[in-house]
């Protein structure tokens, strides 16, 4: 089946940087999503993004879907200890089910030092 | 706001009983999704349901069934609970257009002692 690879797996850093992280394929994606989940809770939509080239923000989130389709990032501005979470990326696999289901990224865990 | 809830937050359970975790959505969506959450593994698909009475296996069904009676309502049976079953439990419901998102709930953490 299709893999989503995250990177990096975690991270470190000081409140008020910012943040990249990416998500790659082997194969096209025709949508990408982006996650968080807070810790002892569930996934929360951050951006969905549905056109290679796309770019979306949420606040002092920003995502970009990939000219390629087969990969995609999120930059995270002057991060704030709220910020502390899983970020998963995911996408619809194009065989099997179709798009019933979604493919996800194993994340990249995120820690900000106040 | 979509809204899906997961009756339980914690629960700790025997290896051999039987134990069920009900999942509900508001939103009148028709497509519902079991996971479970394990730490290096991600997100795995137990069962998945694209409507009433349907219900699809996903990556790793062994060990698990589903029931969906009504349609705001997904239920994961562990028939004979064991301790590699202890996981974070996450229900995901998506309405059956396109967008392709998943709404989760908040989860449940299930220990098998």
């Known amino acids: 089946g299709q893999q989503l690879n995250q990177s990096p797996q975690s991270m470190f850093i000081q409140e008020g940087e910012d943040v990249s992280m990416n998500c790659t394929s082997s194969s096209i994606f025709n949508t990408w999503l982006w996650y968080k989940q807070d810790p002892g809770e569930g996934p929360v939509l951050l951006i969905a993004l549905y056109k290679a080239g796309e770019l979306t923000s949420n606040g002092r989130l920003t995502a970009q879907f990939g000219i390629t389709r087969k990969d995609s990032f999120l930059n995270i501005s002057a991060s704030i200890p709220s910020d502390v979470g899983i970020y998963f990326c995911a996408g619809p696999p194009r065989d099997g089910a179709g798009s019933y289901q979604l493919t996800f990224g194993k994340g990249t865990k995120l820690s900000v030092i106040p | 706001d979509v809204k899906v809830t997961q009756s339980s937050r914690y629960l700790v359970k025997r290896t051999g009983e039987k134990v069920f975790l009900e999942c509900v959505q508001d939103m009148d969506h028709e497509n519902m999704f079991w996971y479970r959450q394990d730490p290096g593994l991600g997100l795995r698909l137990i069962y998945f349901s694209y409507d009433v009475k349907m219900k699809e296996k996903g990556d790793i069904p062994e060990g698990y069934s589903v029931s969906r009676e009504k349609k705001e309502r997904f239920s994961l049976i562990l028939e004979s609970a064991s301790t590699n079953q202890t996981s974070m439990y996450l229900c995901?419901?998506?309405?059956?257009?396109?967008?392709?998102?998943?709404?989760f709930g908040a989860g449940t953490r299930l220990s098998v002692l």
């Open positions: 995901a419901s998506r309405t059956g257009q396109a967008k392709n998102i998943q709404y």
